[in-house]
C-alpha cells in the first residue's frame, strides 16, 4: 500500500455515486510584474566532477540566472512561469527538465520575498497546491511573501512520468494488496513488472534523477530566480523530506523553514511501512471510537468490535468484491484506499461513516470514489500522475529489493503492528522489486548542520506520518524546532488548532522561534 503523503483540504459529498472531490486540482495563475532574477550564484560547493575547463557548480550559473517570465494563467489572481534546471547535476550540458511554477503575489507593499511551498506525495503538485495552501495561510503571512509553488520534476505540468495509460494505472491500484498464493503473487509482480518497464520506456534518461536530492537542488534554484538569498519555505508530509534535504545541502540559504507532518529520514523503506501501519491504525482507531460514541454509527457501540467489523468487511472484499453501479467494482485494494482517505482530516470522517453504511448494504460506490479521491481520479480519467510518481520517487530514495519471502517472513511483525492495515503495508514492499534504475544522486544523511532554527510539526495522532517521525526530524535537525499538534489528521497546519496556527506564522512573518517542545 503506498500512501501519499499529501495535505487534503476540501471534501465535497453528494448521496450515491455522484461523491466528488476538491482536492486542489485547479490550474492558477495570477497578474503581475514579468521578471525576477537574482545575481549569479554558484552551487554550495562545486562538485569534484569537471570538464576540461570547469567545475560542475561553475556550469550552474545560467540555471541561476535565469529569469522567470511570469503570465496570467486561468486564474486573475496568481501568474505561472515555467524555468529550467538540468537532468544531471553532474552534467549540467546534458539536458533539461522544464519545470512548472506560479505564484501569487504578497498583499504587503515591502514583502519578506517568497514562500516556497509543497505539498508531498511524492508526486503531487505544488502549482495546484498554492490555491489550496494560501486559503489557509493568515493575513499576515500573505502580506509578507509571495507564495511560489512548483511541479517537481517528473510530476503533473513538468514533464511527468507516465508508465501506464489510465486503464493500466486502474488495474495497478485495484490489484491484490495481499495475495495469498504463489498465483496472486505471480499476477502483481507481473503487472509492478509492466509498470517498471513502462516507466523506463517512458523516460529513460530523466528516470534516474527523481531522487529527492534532485528535487532539493531544482528547489535551490527555484529559490534564486524569485530573488531570493535564502530559502523560505512550507513543506507538508513528503514536501518536509525535500526541506530537510535542501537545508543539508545548502544550510547557509536556510531562511524560515516550516516542515509539517514531518517524515523520519533516518528510516529504511521497512520501517517506514511498518510505522506508517500502525500510524493509520491509530488513526483508524480514533475514528472508530469517535462514531461508536453516536447513535447512527454503522459499526455498532463498541470500539474494538467496530475495527474488526471494517477488518472482516476488507477481507471479504478479497474474495467477493462489492458492485458500484459502475463498470468498476470495489476490490479489497480500492476499499483500503477509500476506508484510509477520511483518516487524513477529521472532518472527512462523516463520509467514512455514509461509505460504511452504504457498503455494509453491498454498495460499494462511496468507498470507490473516496479511493478515486485519493489518487486524483475523476470520471474515466487521472487528474495527474500522483499514481505513477510516487513509486518513481520513493524506489530512487530507498532502492532496497525485497523478495517475497522476506516479505512473508516479516509479516508477523506488520501485523502486530497493524492488524487492519499491517499485511497490505508488508506486501507493498514488493513494489519496487523490479525497480530499472538507481538513483544518480542518492539521498544523504541530514543534520543541517550550520542552518538557521528549522520549525518541524507532528500531530500526535496522523496516520500518514506518524508524531514520532516528527520528534525524530526535529532530534536529527541540528537546528531543529519540534512544534506539537495534539489531535487527529494529517499535519497540523490549518486544520483548525489556533495556537500552531498563530505560532507558525510568527515564525513566518517575525522570525520568532517557539520553545522547543511547545505543544498545542
Known amino acids: 500500500m503506498r500512501t501519499p503523503g499529501v495535505r487534503r483540504r476540501r471534501l465535497r459529498v453528494v448521496t450515491g455515486v455522484a461523491l466528488a472531490a476538491a482536492l486542489a486540482v485547479t490550474l492558477a495563475g495570477c497578474p503581475g510584474d514579468t521578471e525576477t532574477g537574482t545575481e549569479p550564484i554558484a552551487t554550495t560547493e562545486p562538485t569534484e566532477t569537471e570538464t576540461e575547463t570547469e567545475p560542475v557548480g561553475d556550469r550552474l550559473v545560467d540555471f541561476y540566472e535565469q529569469q522567470a517570465e511570469w503570465e496570467d494563467c486561468a486564474d486573475d489572481e496568481f501568474e505561472c512561469a515555467t524555468i529550467e534546471v538540468p537532468i544531471d547535476y553532474e552534467d549540467p550540458a546534458g539536458g533539461t527538465v522544464e519545470l512548472a511554477i506560479n505564484r501569487r503575489p504578497a498583499d504587503g507593499e515591502s514583502p519578506v520575498g517568497a514562500l516556497i511551498v509543497n505539498p508531498g506525495g511524492p508526486g503531487a503538485s505544488g502549482v495546484d497546491y498554492v490555491p489550496q495552501v494560501t486559503s489557509q495561510f493568515g493575513a499576515e503571512v ?306 543541517a548542520e550550520g542552518a538557521d532554527p528549522i520549525l518541524v510539526v507532528g500531530t500526535t495522532r496522523d496516520p500518514a506520518t506518524p508524531y514520532r517521525w516528527a520528534k525524530a526530524m526535529a532530534d536529527q535537525l541540528e537546528p531543529g524546532v519540534l512544534l506539537t499538534r495534539e489531535g487527529d489528521g494529517h499535519t497540523a497546519y490549518g486544520m483548525g488548532n489556533e495556537c500552531i496556527d498563530s505560532t507558525v506564522d510568527s515564525y513566518l512573518v517575525e522570525g520568532e522561534v517557539p520553545a522547543a517542545g511547545t505543544r498545542c
Open 142 to 447: 500573505l502580506a509578507a511573501y509571495d507564495v511560489v509553488g512548483f511541479d517537481p520534476r517528473g510530476v503533473a505540468r513538468s514533464e511527468p512520468v507516465e508508465c501506464l495509460d489510465d486503464e493500466g494505472v486502474d488495474q495497478l491500484l485495484a490489484a491484490d494488496p495481499d495475495p495469498d498464493t504463489t498465483a496472486e503473487v505471480a499476477d502483481v509482480e507481473s503487472l509492478l513488472e509492466e509498470f517498471a518497464a513502462g516507466c523506463e520506456k517512458d523516460a529513460p534518461d530523466l528516470l534516474p534523477h527523481l531522487s529527492t536530492t534532485d528535487v532539493a537542488r531544482d528547489l535551490d534554484i527555484i529559490r534564486a530566480v524569485v530573488g531570493d538569498d535564502v530559502l523560505h519555505y512550507y513543506g507538508a508530509s513528503y514536501g518536509t523530506f525535500i526541506g530537510a534535504v535542501h537545508a543539508e545541502l545548502f544550510p547557509e540559504r536556510v531562511g524560515r523553514m516550516v516542515l509539517d507532518g514531518a517524515v523520519d529520514p533516518s528510516l529504511d523503506i521497512e520501517e517506514v511501512n511498518k510505522q506508517q501501519a500502525a500510524g493509520f491504525e491509530t488513526a483508524l482507531r480514533a475514528y472508530v471510537s469517535a462514531c461508536v460514541a453516536k447513535p447512527d454509527c454503522p459499526l455498532g457501540s463498541n470500539p474494538d468490535q467496530g475495527v474488526q467489523r471494517i477488518q472482516a468487511f476488507l477481507d471479504e472484499l478479497d474474495s467477493d468484491p462489492l458492485e458500484t453501479g459502475s463498470d468498476r467494482e470495489l476490490t479489497q485494494s480500492l476499499g483500503l484506499y477509500g476506508v484510509a482517505l477520511p483518516l487524513y482530516v477529521e472532518d472527512y470522517w462523516p463520509f467514512l461513516d455514509q461509505a460504511l453504511t452504504q457498503a455494509f448494504d453491498d454498495n460499494g460506490a462511496t468507498l470507490l470514489n473516496l479511493a478515486d479521491a485519493y489518487w486524483h481520479r475523476s470520471g474515466d480519467s487521472y487528474l495527474d500522475n500522483l499514481a505513477q510518481a510516487i513509486y518513481a520517487v520513493n524506489c530512487l530514495d530507498d532502492p532496497v529489493d525485497t523478495s517475497v519471502a522476506e516479505i512473508e517472513r516479516s509479516i508477523p511483525e506488520f501485523e502486530q503492528a497493524s492488524p487492519t492495515f499491517g499485511r497490505t503495508f508488508a506486501w507493498s514492499l514488493l513494489a519496487c522489486e523490479q525497480w530499472p534504475v538507481r538513483p544518480a544522486a542518492p539521498v544523504p544523511d541530514v543534520d
